[in-house]
């Protein structure tokens, strides 16, 4: 094959993946994509909230570090693949089979996106705390992002 049209068709390649990934995503990888986002965010928090709870000793290096991580990964958007239509297991995908989500998120929109913002607005307090380094803000910032993950999971995640 002549080179110029290698890198045609490697460049047609490319362009249908990445198609493929924003247009027409599979039910399938929008539920993975949004648990493994959110498992992620968790791993980050579980640390914070740990120390802000006195659950383990404070240390600054890893609260700013977590506090860093959890607003790069929310920054993520989770949101994008909470894709309407997706709200059931897909059969013999490579999802682990289930998905948590509530009809509520695609019957309530602007609540729906009310509650993401929420908790963006509350991980950027968090992370300005984190680089004051005042500890008393930064462990009093964390209950504000357990509020907002649990207030939307209250309303739009089957427990
Ligand atoms: C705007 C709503 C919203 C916010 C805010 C939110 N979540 Fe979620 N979360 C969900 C929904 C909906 C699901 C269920 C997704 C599914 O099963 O498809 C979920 C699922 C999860 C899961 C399970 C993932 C899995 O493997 O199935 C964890 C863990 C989680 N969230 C942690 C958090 C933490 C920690 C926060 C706060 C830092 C948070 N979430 C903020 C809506 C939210």
Excluded at 21 to 47: C, H, T
Excluded at 58 to 87: C, H, I, P, Q
Aim: aromatic share 8%.
């Amino acid at each position: 094959m002549k080179r110029s049209l290698r890198i045609a068709t490697l460049s047609a390649l490319v362009i249908a993946a990445a198609t493929t990934a924003y247009a027409q995503l599979k039910p399938e990888d929008a539920i993975r994509a949004r648990q493994s986002i959110m498992r992620v965010v968790a791993l980050n928090f579980g640390p914070l909230s740990a120390m802000a709870q006195d659950k383990i000793p404070y240390n600054k290096d890893l609260f700013v570090a977590s506090a860093t991580r959890l607003e790069a990964v929310w920054s993520m958007d989770a949101s994008r693949f909470f894709v309407k239509g997706t709200d059931k297991p897909v059969a013999g995908s490579n999802i682990a089979g289930f998905t948590d989500v509530k009809p509520e998120i695609w019957n309530n929109p602007l609540k729906f996106k009310d509650a993401f913002d929420d908790n963006t607005a509350a991980i950027a307090k968090l992370a300005a705390a984190a680089r004051s380094g005042d500890e008393a803000a930064m462990k009093s910032a964390v209950g504000g992002v357990g509020k907002a993950c649990k207030g939307c999971h209250d309303d739009f995640k089957v427990k």
